[in-house]
């Protein structure tokens, strides 16, 4: 007797996602034979909301070589009844390909489970180490035949739906999906396809039929990935051909934009430095009574507050290690429209904040200093202070710009990190942003020192130091500011070069350093009289040397 169609079937015992296993059944490994797909199949693919934890936990799960091997047609392919299977897309090439055509549907949902596909996609197999980097990378998103057919089409999506997106979502996403190429590929050719369809009009440029995504955002946390995007493509291969980008940058006068961009490049850096306070806040707690309280002795009968533990010395430690965070590469899109845009820098010091928020360029001057205080702790932090040393050199060679940075009615407060000994002095109260770089570069030299000398970070810091003080010279200018600190701390300098002058002989970048301490020495002992306050200031620097 034939068991009745109707009898129950058992209850699974765990339930896989319906998208879950449609990943499941593109990223097959073991020597599978390719499949093409149905039109149906990618229907259904890209209907679904997508699980980018699991796709990207399949994709981290196969190797560059595995995947690799997922594009290599089964020879076989090409035998008696199977010839037509020999023109197939391997896997991951329709995944991409089906992807890129669902970008530009326009209906709400395919379009954006598409870019969140293609985010993922490319920013794993592009994380991945290959043999020939460039190459294997074009045969799992697109084979060598149709790489140009396959990224203009690509490059022509991202640029429509950034242009003429319906919401300001999708538009994020599509860049986001620019910036996971761009970054990923940026040793490759295939960043040259941005170059072929420039994004600058629909991200900037003031145009009648097209919607301008910077002029369209409402909140300045959004500047952030247009910006770092710009950034990236105007700095691709800029040495060995004009880049486009670069050109547009010098050219651009929206003053609107600008000042939006500016707006936003202060909500990264506030941010960016927050996270340095959170692993240890060093501003100092005023009297309260909490406080009066623990110092007398009677801490039990002090009010309870909740506040975040402070982590131990190791944890610390640890933590400072990984900062900057990520937003941090928006300082590379600075550096380039600073030196490209004078307008940009002319709002970058002079824009106030909004309400009673730190106006953009103290945003900007406080992460620096946060990040040149812990400089030392990786290579990363330190190229980023080295970053922002350079920014701040091509503001202080502009003489009409330098002019407002000495000028007192543009004082402004600045939170300096105050979080190792020596401290900096406390100064809680408005001040010209010159003094603070002055102080910045004066904690860079401080808390940096060792033996293994960070040598082109101190050529960097004594460079700026040495443009301030030709300036004060140059315009007779007398500035108040606690000198003495100043003189002590080139005088440590000296002496710690004078101790460890073996350890830092064989260094081709030493007489460098020295050249330019000596000179910026020189240069205050001859004209110290010109910009000291008054003439026990400078007995103060002639007896101390």
């Known amino acids: 007797m034939e068991p009745s169609p109707l009898t129950q079937q058992g209850r699974p015992s765990s339930f896989q996602p319906k998208i879950d296993s449609l990943y499941e059944q593109i990223l097959r490994t073991g020597g599978s034979e390719p499949i093409e797909f149905s039109d149906g199949f990618w229907r259904e693919f890209f209907l679904l909301k997508p699980d980018k934890a699991s796709l990207r936990r399949r994709l981290d799960g196969i190797n560059a070589d595995d995947l690799l091997q997922i594009q290599v047609v089964d020879p076989s392919a090409f035998c008696s009844g199977g010839a037509d299977r020999g023109v197939f897309q391997e896997e991951t090439q329709q995944l991409f390909q089906e992807a890129i055509t669902n970008i530009d549907c326009g209906d709400g949902v395919s379009d954006m489970a598409a870019l969140d596909v293609c985010?993922?996609?490319?920013?794993?197999?592009?994380?991945?180490?290959?043999?020939n980097p460039s190459s294997e990378i074009i045969t799992v998103l697109s084979g060598l035949d149709d790489v140009d057919d396959i990224f203009l089409e690509f490059a022509n999506a991202i640029e429509k739906v950034v242009r003429s997106g319906e919401r300001i979502e999708?538009?994020?996403?599509?860049?986001?999906?620019?910036?996971?190429?761009?970054?990923?590929?940026?040793?490759?050719?295939?960043?040259?396809y941005f170059t072929h369809r420039d994004l600058f009009p629909c991200l900037m440029k003031e145009k009648t039929d097209w919607k301008k995504y910077i002029q369209d955002i409402d909140t300045p946390v959004r500047i952030f990935e247009p910006f770092l995007l710009l950034g990236l493509l105007a700095n691709y291969n800029k040495f060995e051909f004009r880049n486009p980008y670069r050109s547009r940058l010098e050219d651009f006068v929206d003053d609107a934009a600008i000042q939006k961009i500016v707006r936003g490049l202060g909500a990264t850096c506030s941010r960016s430095r927050d996270r340095y306070v959170a692993i240890q806040e060093d501003i100092e707690e005023g009297w309260t009574l909490s406080s009066t309280l623990k110092y007398i002795g009677l801490g039990a009968l002090a009010p309870s507050r909740s506040s975040t533990p402070t982590p131990n010395a190791e944890d610390a430690k640890d933590s400072f290690a990984t900062l900057p965070d990520t937003d941090a590469s928006v300082l590379l899109a600075v550096y380039d429209f600073t030196n490209a845009n004078k307008l940009f820098c002319s709002n970058l010091v002079t824009q106030p904040g909004e309400s009673k928020s730190e106006s953009p360029f103290s945003a900007f001057l406080s992460l620096t200093s946060y990040i040149l205080h812990h400089a030392y702790r990786s290579g990363r932090a330190t190229l980023y202070g080295l970053l922002n040393l350079t920014t701040l050199r091509i503001l202080i060679e502009d003489q009409s710009l330098c002019t407002k940075l000495f000028d007192p009615t543009l004082s402004i407060p600045i939170r300096l990190c105050r979080q190792r000994q020596p401290f900096l002095p406390s100064t809680p109260h408005p001040r010209p942003s010159a003094a603070a770089i002055f102080d910045i570069a004066i904690d860079t030299i401080n808390h940096n020192l060792r033996r293994r000398l960070d040598i082109p970070l101190y050529i960097a810091s004594i460079n700026l130091l040495h443009r301030?003080?030709?300036?004060?010279?140059?315009?007779?200018?007398?500035?108040?500011?606690?000198?003495?600190?100043?003189?002590?701390?080139?005088?440590?300098?000296?002496?710690?070069?004078?101790?460890?002058?073996?350890?830092?002989?064989?260094?081709?970048?030493?007489?460098?350093?020295?050249?330019?301490?000596?000179?910026?020495?020189?240069?205050?002992?001859?004209?110290?009289?010109?910009?000291l306050p008054d003439t026990s200031a400078y007995d103060d620097l002639f007896y101390k040397l």
């Open 468 to 531: 301030l003080l030709s300036y004060l010279i140059t315009t007779r200018t007398r500035f108040p500011y606690h000198w003495p600190l100043l003189w002590q701390t080139l005088l440590s300098l000296l002496r710690f070069l004078t101790t460890y002058s073996t350890s830092l002989i064989h260094d081709p970048d030493l007489p460098t350093l020295i050249d330019t301490f000596l000179a910026t020495l020189s240069l205050a002992i001859s004209a110290g009289d010109s910009f």
């Open 170 to 192: 999708i538009r994020q996403k599509a860049i986001q999906v620019a910036i996971a190429l761009t970054a990923g590929a940026y040793q490759t050719s295939l960043v040259s």
């Open 119 to 131: 985010r993922h996609l490319v920013g794993v197999v592009l994380a991945k180490r290959y043999t």
